[in-house]
């Protein structure tokens, strides 16, 4: 048995949605920005799936844009906006994916942008009381906060965020990424100006996500070369890709009821057999409360011990697939961004788990079975 717990970095791909795509692998090869009907029966494929896209999050087809991934648009949304539109000062949190959190630094190094970050507690739930007091001083600004965190799986209010933007007369762009696929969302009530996905991790193919911007809001491209994308984004449009991801996220709407139940049983299995099968576990940030978190993703605390050093290796050597924080960043030795920000005992190890529609109970029990064992052979 090899086991895969590591969706919230990738999902494997969906068979339907291969299909989808297999056509204009091999056959349907135009160029959508050609007027010949080579490229005009792929530019129509391309704008059925934007209108599919459009049609789930609830907003009108010329309000969503294909990029090559979460990280891109993030990227546009943030710097185009402050470029576009002269914003000088963006709220944000310590806890958001590097996509964000990076994008921020450039933006005070190379825009001139003050940066703010919101106030949390240690278990990253955040204080929209200060977020109020810093619109409050400065309203013309850029509001950048995740629907829910990619390590630790926190679900943040976005409806509140965007009605506190709202207030104060703020753009608020989203990172739903981790969420995108796995709740439904519908920019009619988010209040959000933008928010983003990315098609692997809702069983889609790599390479590929999307932009909502909300109409009123008028940014220029991220990357330059081309009309492509209503003069949004230049460069060839990923055609598989595009028609991959609208395929997805239809059968990730059409099946979520299910899909919800089944993954949130998955993981209270997990948090259950490890209390169960080990003494010294705890769970980081709120991934062990079902209302407030993710349910496809649990951050195990684990007791301190040598083993922490290569908790990873270990897992795979027992063939388990987990991560230790945000997978971005899984070959790096520095540790967590997010779980230093939530003072988390660095003695301690962490490893996350993350489920989807493909994993099975006899999986979750190997998983917390084999974790369990390999502590009290250390602890004994």
């Not at 825009?111 to 619109?135: A, F, I, K, P, T």
């Not at 049983?265 to 209390?275: E, F, N, P, V, W």
């Amino acid at each position: 048995m090899r086991v895969y717990l590591d969706n919230a970095a990738t999902t494997p791909l969906d068979k339907e949605v291969f299909d989808a795509m297999a056509p204009f692998m091999l056959e349907h090869f135009g160029n959508p920005s050609s007027i010949h009907s080579h490229g005009r029966e792929v530019r129509a494929a391309i704008e059925k799936a934007r209108k599919t896209v459009a049609g789930l999050i609830n907003t009108s087809p010329a309000e969503v844009f294909f990029t090559s991934g979460g990280t891109e648009a993030d990227n546009a949304a943030l710097i185009c906006t402050c470029r576009s539109l002269g914003i000088k000062h963006a709220i944000s949190t310590k806890l958001e994916h590097h996509a964000v959190l990076h994008t921020m630094e450039l933006l005070e190094k190379q825009e001139g942008v003050q940066v703010s970050y919101l106030r949390h507690d240690e278990r990253g739930n955040l204080d929209l009381e200060h977020l109020e007091e810093l619109l409050a001083n400065q309203p013309q600004t850029l509001v950048s906060v995740m629907h829910a965190n990619n390590e630790i799986g926190n679900l943040n209010n976005i409806e509140a965020i965007g009605e506190i933007c709202r207030k104060y007369n703020a753009l608020f762009h989203s990172d739903t990424v981790q969420t995108m696929g796995h709740y439904k969302h519908d920019v009619q009530q988010l209040g959000a100006n933008f928010i983003v996905g990315s098609a692997h991790k809702f069983h889609g193919p790599k390479g590929v996500g999307f932009l909502y911007c909300d109409g009123g809001t008028k940014i220029q491209p991220l990357i330059q070369g081309g009309a492509q994308e209503r003069n949004m984004r230049g460069g060839t449009e990923n055609v598989y890709g595009i028609i991959g991801l609208a395929k997805a996220l239809e059968i990730a709407y059409r099946d979520m009821e299910e899909h919800t139940t089944y993954i949130q049983g998955l993981k209270d299995r997990m948090i259950y057999k490890l209390r169960e099968q080990m003494e010294d576990v705890s769970f980081n940030g709120m991934s062990e409360f079902g209302d407030k978190s993710l349910y496809t993703v649990l951050n195990v605390n684990l007791p301190a011990s040598h083993i922490n050093e290569m908790l990873l290796f270990s897992l795979d050597i027992n063939k388990i697939s987990a991560s230790g924080g945000s997978a971005c960043s899984s070959g790096a030795n520095t540790g967590s961004h997010v779980l230093r920000a939530l003072n988390v005992d660095p003695t301690r190890g962490s490893v996350r788990f993350s489920f989807s529609k493909y994993n099975t109970p006899e999986e979750i029990d190997y998983a917390a079975a084999t974790l369990a064992k390999m502590y009290k052979k250390e602890l004994a």
